[in-house]
């Protein structure tokens, strides 16, 4: 006898993460899909009326109205969030997700996929104790949860998910996925490329494209759940999805090639040379800004592509990126 298939639960559902996911498995697998969004208008990828797909419409903070769904889930994938305002920050970023874990049926759910930042951990995945000190009101909110989470009694069935410098949709807004803030700041990126061109920076990140954010959480959500097997951690599992780390010169290089503009020897830039720019460019500053500015080392082991998973990467390199975003090559914008 078959058992029944998934109930899915996928918050922050009309995102650019959510949507990548919420297709991958409308078309992968069987599972009913239950997407909670505020808006359906803003749902584009999938069908909101698909015969697997129910739509819970409401704020996070607004949950005792699709009670009755929730305790019905076998799976859920939380990506929704909020930044702005720190008290909207911290109901959902903290107060709502300790509520939805409690709306739970523990006979029924098998699996967790909580979505925090790779921002908030060290190069080995443990917090930082700076997040908490000097963050901003998301980045506070999601160490404060990320601490509730690893002494919550569901803890075992939690998988931490920590995307990095998150790609997707494109710069033209074709795409019938949302625009994510980093693709739609490459339009900018490219605009300063002449001052960019010109400079060296010591700095390094990894970045991530929305769909293999998606690959990882359907393989996730679609396999058996484990105890966490990484060395080192607490009950919740801790990836860091993204691909090798890149430098700030290599993908100021990359722009470069891309659009065709020629790059002269550069000026290394010294930090006084990087405190006179943030007086005389439009960039406002926070203390979370100046320590990133002091980090400016992003990187982190291990990381987790799809690769790790036996997956491929739909967008591997920052060409693929390029490519994917329909970033216009040589001159126009």
Known sequence: MSSAPARILITGASGCVGQHIAKQLLEQSDAELLLWLRDPAKLTAVPSNHPRITLLVSDLREQQAHADELATVTRVIHTAT??????????????????????????????????????????????????????????????????????????????????????????????????????AGLRDACRYLWLARCLRADASFHFIHAADIAQVCCHLALNPHQANPEAGQGAVRRLVLGQPAVSVNQTVAELCRWRGVWRPPGIPLWNWLIQLLIKILPIEMNEWDRFSIRQRHFVHDPISPPERFGMTSHAATLEAVFEDAGLPRRGAL
């Not at 523990?106 to 930082?128: G, H, W």
């Not at 000097?134 to 075992?156: D, S, V």
């Open 82 to 183: 909020a930044w702005g305002d720190p008290e909207r920050a911290q109901q959902v970023n903290v107060v709502a997700v300790k509520e939805l874990l409690g709306r739970l049926d523990p006979k029924k759910l098998e699996q967790v996929i909580y979505f925090s930042t790779a921002s908030i951990l060290n190069r080995d995945l443990q917090l930082l104790s700076e997040a908490e000190a000097y963050g901003t009101e998301y980045i506070q909110t999601k160490a404060i949860c990320l601490g509730q989470l690893e002494q919550h009694p569901l803890a075992n069935r939690c998988v931490a998910i920590f995307p990095t410098l998150v790609f997707g949709g494109r710069v033209d807004g074709a795409s019938p996925f949302p625009t994510s803030y980093l693709t």
